[in-house]
């Protein structure tokens, strides 16, 4: 049985969370709570996997508070595969040079170029540290102190950039990741969280490849704070994109 979204018609439609909460009473798919995170992550789907009478329902609700959306089935909203991760990118006028951790390098034609993704976001992730304690231990000669390791588990949000390259061959996505352990390239300037302006400029760059129907948000982006709230909804603008640019 087909399944469907509502979208965003465009992504400057706004509705606070507690419009949408009350529009999305005529669900019974969703609970408040997933509500709220949809909103959090909101980036031109507004939810997905409804059946079509909670789809038209949700639509006709969030009309009366002047958010219109598009429902269409979940089947017409592309996809995206994971990609090829590469570590260092060169540019000239003809072609991009992809190279990943190994030394592979990978080449292609800028005219194949068809979508380009970048910015700033974070991510929360489970963070494990070991740390040693001391606890009390007895046997039948008494008690004593003895030394124990621990593992501690946290919760811990962490800063990346992404920059994700589209192509209609394979490899169809080509991706870099910087996160705070790690250093990338663009045309051999090192890529480093803690030197925002180099990926800023490689992002400024690299945005005028394409039209800015193209392109993403994160990539017209002036400034370095987290314009994406999770990788989630990173991906679900890029998702949004491909459906307009296909219709």
């Not at 969703?30 to 789809?55: C, N, T, Y």
């Not at 501690?152 to 950039?161: A, D, G, I, N, R």
Request: proline share 5%; net charge negative.
């Amino acid at each position: 049985m087909s399944t469907y979204s509502l979208l965003q018609l465009t992504l400057d439609q706004t509705i606070s969370r507690e419009d949408m909460e009350n529009a999305a009473a005529v669900l019974e798919t969703l609970a408040r709570p997933d509500i709220a995170k949809l909103h959090r992550e909101l980036f031109g789907i507004v939810a997905s996997g409804l059946q079509w009478e909670e789809a038209n329902a949700f639509h006709l609700e969030l009309e009366k508070y002047s958010y219109p959306a598009e429902v269409v089935a979940d089947e017409e909203v592309p996809i995206l595969d994971a990609g090829y991760r590469v570590q260092r990118i060169t540019m000239d006028d003809e072609s991009l040079a992809f190279t990943d951790a190994m030394g592979r390098q990978k080449e292609r034609r800028l005219s194949d170029l068809l979508f380009l993704a970048g910015g700033f976001l974070q991510e929360t992730e489970e963070q494990i540290e070991k740390v040693v304690r001391l606890e009390v231990k007895g046997d039948t000669r008494g008690t004593y102190p003895a030394p124990t390791l621990k593992k501690l588990s946290k919760m811990v949000v962490v800063p990346k950039f992404r920059l994700d390259f589209f192509f209609a061959t394979e490899p169809y996505r080509v991706h870099v990741l910087v996160i705070p352990e790690n250093v990338a390239f663009f045309q051999d300037l090192p890529l480093r969280l803690r030197h925002p302006a180099a990926m800023v400029a490689a992002r400024q760059e690299l945005s005028l490849l394409l039209p800015p129907e193209r392109l993403t948000c994160g990539m017209l982006q002036e400034d370095t704070h987290a314009f994406y709230p999770n990788l989630a909804s990173y991906e679900e603008e890029i998702r949004w994109r491909f459906h307009r640019l296909l219709k």
